[in-house]
């Protein structure tokens, strides 16, 4: 699971009302090379939350991300590689997601977050 | 006629590893998810802006329907009930992301994150009952409303399925207009029992001159979905259009927006 998805996720058991971001437990990530595309980049960046982005690539080992962001950011090539590489080319291969508000714990397989709620959960 | 896998067990139990594998090595299969992958592509009528989006593969399976999504220059999140099918889809090295997850659970994404959906043969299976504890009106009200949600404004979702009957149809329709989509159903070849299609076409956000629902293919005489008549299909049509203000349907043009 790239980060992209990670940004998107959110927990949605029944009564939670802030259910992003989960929080990463990493046991064993990887990264994998795809092609830079900086149109979707400046598509994609309105959407994120940063915090949520930075704190993740983080657990990753990534510490080449800014912490406070802005749209001016974009135009400078170095900056938008950075994004890019936390975005996109981070997989989550091993480990849990972690709902902020129920503590309740996703795991994580082979890349695939079992998102399955039980029947009192939904 | 076969009996239908809705039919026969809950997906998580009917996809099992064999039946995933069995799905993703018949060539006729792999060409028909292609080939409706291709046409939810293009009823989803993304902007021509050369821009990749992020989509979601709504019950992506082995991913087939995605490696569409792929070819076409899109990101993708898949979601899938089945673990044996996402299995094969790693196996088949997707470029997606894959989640396992119940759509009819609610779809679990931030509000407003998602530039469009595809579903190919997927939804009618929340209509089924297969635990006490599924309700298929919650289910289809808790996957559309929740669809709706993480839907960017003006997004779409194209969701082809093969319904069981024409009541079945009507719910899945009314469900989806219940929370706020405008479209409707665009039925490709609806004179062919064999090559027929339903496509559910959903546009997040109240209908405008800009939502205009493509028209489907292999109709003769050129005529639009809302004004055939007759069968039972369309009757279906017909339905999920009366609940919608006005008569936006009636533009011919194909996918046209601004």
Not at chain 1, 11 to 30: A, D, H, M, S
Not at chain 1, 65 to 78: F, G, K, R, W, Y
Not at chain 2, 26 to 31: A, D, L, M, N
Not at chain 2, 205 to 219: D, I, Q, W
Request: hydrophobic fraction near 35%; include cysteine; glycine fraction near 8%.
């Amino acid at each position: 699971m790239r980060l992209l998805t990670h940004n998107m996720l959110s927990c949605n058991i029944r009564g939670v009302t802030k259910g992003f971001p989960l929080e990463l437990e990493v046991e064993n990530f990887v990264t994998k090379e795809v092609p830079f595309n900086p149109d979707f980049l400046k598509h994609m960046f309105p959407k994120i939350e940063w915090k949520a982005l930075h704190d993740a690539a983080k657990k990753m080992d990534d510490n080449d991300l800014p912490e406070q962001v802005d749209a001016s950011m974009l135009e400078n090539d170095d900056f938008l590689h950075r994004f890019h590489h936390a975005l996109l080319e981070l997989h989550l291969e091993e480990g849990a997601l972690i709902c902020p508000e129920t503590g309740r714990r996703f795991p994580v397989n082979k890349g695939i977050p079992n998102m399955l709620l039980h029947e009192d959960e939904v | 006629m076969a009996t239908r896998p809705e039919n026969q067990a809950p997906p998580e139990i009917f996809y099992n590893d064999s039946e995933a594998r069995k799905y993703t090595t018949s060539s006729r299969i792999i060409e028909i998810q292609a080939k409706l992958a291709e046409r939810a592509l293009e009823l989803l009528a993304l902007p021509d802006d050369g821009i990749p989006k992020l989509l979601l593969d709504i019950g992506c399976g082995s991913g087939l329907s995605g490696e569409t999504i792929s070819e076409n220059g899109h990101h993708w999140i898949g979601l899938d009930i089945s673990s044996s099918m996402l299995d094969i889809a790693l196996e088949r090295e997707v470029d997606g992301d894959l989640l396992l997850s119940d759509i009819g659970q609610g779809l679990c994404l931030r509000p407003g994150t998602v530039d469009g959906a595809i579903s190919i043969s997927a939804i009618q299976w929340l209509c089924n009952a297969d635990k006490s504890c599924n309700e298929p009106r919650l289910r289809l009200k808790a996957f559309f409303g929740t669809l709706y949600r993480c839907l960017s404004r003006g997004a779409r979702a194209v969701l082809q399925l093969y319904p069981e009957s024409p009541a079945q149809l009507e719910m899945i329709t009314a469900a989806a207009m219940r929370t706020g989509f405008s479209g409707g159903l665009v039925v490709d070849f609806p004179h062919s029992t064999r090559a027929k299609k339903y496509f559910l076409c959903l546009i997040c956000g109240p209908p405008s001159v800009n939502t205009t629902l493509p028209k489907a293919k292999g109709e003769q005489g050129g005529s639009e979905t809302d004004e055939s008549s007759g069968d039972e299909e369309n009757s279906a049509v017909g339905f999920s259009e009366r609940r919608r203000p006005r008569k936006k349907l009636r533009v011919s043009k194909k996918g046209q927006r601004s």
